[in-house]
Every structure is written in structure tokens, then in C-alpha cells.
């Protein structure tokens, strides 16, 4: 039976008295209400949450303080900038290798044909969010493109430019023919189901740094597939690794970065964003205690 919502709200420095009598430390409270005046404290509640030792009264473990929270909420804040940068160079891979293989197989408007789609209800679904899309892009190529030329669709190499992330996974999940999709996923070294299945929690886990959402210790709404067996180096397989926490969509980052970019320093930034933030406990991320010993994070 659902109840009556009935909590006012209160403000900055009626928050800063809740939070003491909850045990909380707070040593600059005049800092705290600054802080809670631009981070709402519903927020904040996310990062408090594994710092209580009563949840269900909100009474905080000893020696908690403000500046623990803060910590903790900035560590996530720059883990979801190292995700975005990171991903941002998977995504152009991912555009360009799809553009390269299937254009030279099929011509410059392979995209606009529902014969290479599989569920053409989905193609339609996609093809007209790709428009929509086009609608809201203001770059000048795409200007261009529709004051000259009559196709309603532009070439996959302009179309694919103006997609999104979540949108090129779409239509690479629906492509008609298994081999074109083994094609393009074996120049990472993965079989097309793995492929399609890392996509989409990448595409996941950029759309949750996007919108500025706890990223650090969440458990995640969508879990890759874990890998028979990969072409380059992955996790050791004699270990039992949880697919739904971030060390695991961490560990698939690296497998792509690594393939993309052998100099790729996504390691080194996150060893010292850990080093920075040592309170910060990685087990809550599904980091097992061995994990450094992983070539993979070499």
C-alpha cells in the first residue's frame, strides 16, 4: 500500500543540522552550506548512502565527514570524464570501421536501403530517429549536403557523422547479414554477438556520464556478455569476475582502447585518479583484490 510523500523541504543550513545530528562531521559549516547551495543534497544522498551504518534511520559509520562525501562525489565526478573521453574515441572507431567496410561493399547509400536491415519495423524506428537527428545538427557539412543534392538520406559516411552512439549500435544490432556484422567485429578481435553486446553497455554506461549520474559503485541495468574467447588480451579466464559492476565495463574500455591505440594512457589516468581518491573502495566497483595482477591493466 503506498503512502503520502509528507518530507518538506528544507534549506542549506537546516540540511547542515540534519547531517550533524546524523553523525556526521562536518568541520566548515559554513563550506557546507555553500556546497549544498549549488550540489542538491538529493544528490549527495547517493554518495551517503555506503557511508551509513543505520540506512533505515540515516545514522553515519564514525568518523564520517562532509569532506568524505565531497571526495567521493568528485572522484565519480572525474571517473565520468574519463569514461566520456574514452569512449568518444571507441564510438569514432566503431563509425569509421562500419562506414569503411559496408560503403565499399555496397555503395554510399547502403543505409537508406531497408534490404540490408533485418526487422524492418526496428529500420524504420532507427531511420527516423536518424532524422531527427539530422533536424537538430546545425553542422555546416550536413547545410550543405540538402541545399545541393536531392537523396533524402545523405551518403553513410555524412548519415553515420550526425548519428549518435546508441543509434550506430542500433543499426549495426540490425544488420541483415551475420557476416557483414563479423566483419566489422573481427577487426577487434570479438565474435558480432559480444560485439553488439559490449555496445550496448557502453552506449549504457556513456548515456549514465552524459547525464551526470552516480557511476562509481552502481550496479549495472545492462551486463555485457562474457567472452568465450577474444582475439587480443582480456581478463584471465580461471578467475570469476561480476559483469555487472564498472570494473568490468572498465576492463572492456581497455580491450578496445588497446586495439584502437596501443599508447593509449586510459590506464595510467585511471591509476592516478585512484591514487588521488584513496578512500575511495574499489571493491564496491567489482574490483577483486587481485586485479592488478590482470596483463590486461599492465
Keep these: 500500500m503506498k503512502i503520502q510523500y509528507t518530507k518538506k523541504a528544507l534549506s542549506a543550513p537546516e540540511q547542515v543540522s540534519l547531517l550533524k545530528s546524523r553523525g556526521l562531521i562536518i568541520a566548515d559549516e559554513k563550506n557546507a552550506v555553500h556546497t549544498l ?3 542538491n543534497y538529493y544528490r549527495l544522498s547517493a554518495y551517503i548512502y555506503p557511508l551509513l551504518k543505520d540506512k533505515e534511520n540515516h545514522i553515519f559509520k564514525e568518523n564520517v565527514s562532509f569532506q568524505n562525501i565531497i571526495d567521493i562525489y568528485n572522484f565519480d ?3 565520468r570524464l574519463l569514461f566520456l573521453d574514452a569512449i568518444e574515441r571507441i564510438e569514432v572507431s566503431l563509425r569509421t570501421n562500419i562506414i569503411y567496410v559496408l560503403s565499399l561493399k555496397y555503395g554510399s547509400f547502403w543505409l537508406s536501403n531497408k534490404y540490408f536491415f533485418y ?4 529500420y524504420n524506428t532507427q531511420i527516423t530517429k536518424l532524422k ?4 537538430r545538427s546545425d553542422e555546416k557539412f550536413l547545410r550543405h549536403y540538402f541545399d545541393k543534392y536531392e537523396q533524402e538520406i545523405p551518403p553513410t559516411w555524412i548519415s553515420l557523422e550526425i548519428a549518435s552512439f546508441g543509434l550506430i549500435s ?10 557483414d556484422k563479423k566483419e566489422i567485429s573481427n577487426r577487434y578481435g570479438l565474435n558480432h554477438i559480444t560485439f ?8 549504457y554506461t556513456r548515456n549514465i556520464c552524459a547525464h551526470h549520474s552516480r557511476l562509481w559503485n552502481r550496479e549495472l541495468g ?6 568465450k574467447s577474444t582475439r587480443d588480451l582480456w581478463l584471465n579466464k580461471s578467475e570469476s569476475y561480476k559483469n555487472d559492476r ?11 582502447l588497446r586495439n584502437i591505440n596501443h599508447s593509449d594512457t586510459f590506464i595510467s589516468k585511471f591509476n592516478s585518479l585512484i591514487t588521488s581518491y584513496a578512500m575511495i573502495d574499489l571493491a564496491a566497483m567489482g574490483f577483486p583484490k587481485n586485479w592488478k595482477e590482470e596483463d590486461l591493466f599492465a
Design 132 to 135: 531527427e537527428e539530422f533536424e
Design 77 to 79: 565526478r572525474e571517473l
Design 170 to 179: 542500433l543499426f549495426y544490432q540490425n544488420l541483415k547479414f551475420n557476416k
Design 222 to 227: 545492462v551486463q555485457p556478455s562474457i567472452p
Design 196 to 203: 553488439t553486446s559490449w555496445l550496448h553497455t557502453l552506449t
Design 246 to 256: 564498472i570494473f568490468y565495463v572498465i576492463s572492456i574500455i581497455i580491450y578496445f
Design 119 to 122: 526487422i524492418e519495423s526496428k
Design 37 to 39: 547551495n549549488h550540489i
